[in-house]
């Protein structure tokens, strides 16, 4: 590399000057090249970062976009050295080009989420969170987040932020990550309630009672064994705990993860374990694109036997024939519509539950409404039925088909290992 133009380039930088950085360039086309092969270095960007030439800083980040990314000898990126500098213009600048840069880790893992957290930049953090909700699962080497830093640097307007955005987050999985979240644990295996716990200053009750009503482990211990409770300093601190349903350490049994899995791993396979598996190895089996052909046959299959039970073959008696019993009723020969009753309705429900199947743990938030679609077809496919015996058909296969559907669906579930283990982990770790 050129001496005399890596000195250019530097000033160019230092001082913010687009004309003489293009000059460089003209003069040597592959300098930026040259500088992004080396794996820590200050570039143009870092210095122009540090000085707060905004307009320089953008043109190297659109003419060099991985620089942004990029750390120095220091381990810092050039939002990390725009925020050290307290160049809010810019950093706004940064994340609006590329909001990836809210989660790049610098020295010891701090993002600028963690940075602006630690600081108490509000609007900076409220800023980030908008284009980048993700960068909240971000973890430093000492395995904190957000909320541990906010907590540790007494940061109640930022906690405020933090745990306001993961109870309004409507993305799916949102309950599961804000569980996360709110669990996590730094090296210490200490959770955020944790650290709130052992304020001595009665201004910091007012985060603790925050955090007490959220979906926080009230009795997770750390690697001391210790719950929040047994932290706890200050009276006022305790009393909020305990009457949230915190215990001591001593009362609470906490099996890790790794002996629940073992035992269940070296336990007996029990039949309705089997079933589940082999069901559930049917699923995984299945490709995304043949799920979604599967799900539109069976709706077509359903919706065309609902169709029939509103209209069957060959039509029903009109209001005005002379036996009322029969309005209604469908013109089938008795004995043609027993056979007919029951190909329909089995074809109807076996559809039913191949859909709830097929949709997996999602199908359980539309099995009521599908239960009550289905009481809803049985009930006509009795009205239109010719005789009694023919109702009886209907109820016979109404109860029959509930009886298997809450087998599947909510008692196999309940009694099965699988299911009990899953729940066992939940509450020893949520």
């Known amino acids: ?7 250019q380039l530097k000033a160019a930088a230092e001082a913010g000057n687009i004309d003489l950085l293009y000059a460089v360039i003209k003069d040597d086309p592959y300098i930026l090249e040259r500088i992004d092969l080396i794996p820590f270095v200050d570039t143009p960007l870092h210095i122009a970062s540090s ?11 659109r003419l060099k976009p991985s620089f942004a990314l990029k750390l120095n000898e220091q381990g810092f990126s050039p939002i990390h050295l725009a925020m050290q500098n307290s160049h809010k213009t810019m950093v706004s600048r940064f994340v609006n080009i590329n909001k990836e840069l809210v989660r790049v880790q610098g020295r010891e893992g701090v993002t600028p989420l963690h940075f602006a957290t630690q600081i108490g930049e509000v609007d900076l953090l409220a800023n980030f969170l908008f284009l980048c909700p993700e960068s909240i699962e971000c973890l430093t080497v000492r395995c904190e ?3 541990h830093i906010a907590v540790k640097n007494q940061r109640y307007e930022v906690l405020q932020l933090l745990v306001g955005l993961l109870k309004t987050n409507e993305q799916r999985g949102a309950k599961e990550l804000q569980n996360k979240i709110l669990n996590q644990e730094d090296e210490a295996g200490n959770t955020i309630l944790h650290i709130s716990a052992l304020s001595t200053e009665l201004r910091h009750v007012q985060e603790l009672q925050l955090l007490v009503k959220t979906n926080i482990n009230l009795n997770t211990k750390n690697l001391e064994n ?3 409770l ?6 006022e601190i305790k009393n909020i705990l305990i009457s949230a349903g915190a215990k001591p350490g001593s009362e609470v049994t906490i099996f890790p993860d790794y002996q629940i899995l073992a035992y269940y791993y070296k336990s007996y396979t029990p039949i309705i374990d089997e079933l589940l598996i082999y069901i559930s190895r049917i699923r995984s089996d299945i490709s995304d694109e043949k799920r979604n052909t599967l799900l539109i046959i069976f709706t077509l299959v359903v919706t065309a036997t609902y169709q029939a039970a509103i209209s069957p073959a060959g039509g029903v008696y ?3 024939a002379s036996d009322d019993d029969t309005a209604g009723k469908s013109v089938m020969p008795k004995s043609i519509f027993s056979g007919y009753t029951c190909l329909n309705i ?12 097929l949709t997996q743990r999602r199908g359980f938030h539309i099995f009521f409404p599908m239960f009550c679609f289905a009481l809803s077809y049985l009930y006509s496919m009795a009205y239109i039925s010719p005789t009694a015996i023919n109702y009886k058909v209907v109820m016979i296969f109404y109860l029959s088909i509930v009886s298997v559907w809450m087998i599947s669906f909510v008692i196999i579930p309940l009694y099965s290992t699988r299911f009990n283990m899953h729940k066992a982990m939940k509450l020893n770790r949520p």
């Open 145 to 147: 987040t957000a909320l």
């Open 318 to 320: 009109q209001a005005n």
């Open 1 to 7: 590399m050129n001496t005399n133009n890596s000195e």
């Open 346 to 357: 089995l074809s109807f429900l076996t559809s039913m539950i191949s859909i709830l199947i």
């Open 226 to 228: 210790k719950t929040a």
């Open 230 to 235: 047994d932290m706890a300093v200050r009276e």
């Open 51 to 61: 000085m707060g030439h905004l307009r320089f800083a953008t043109e190297i980040m």
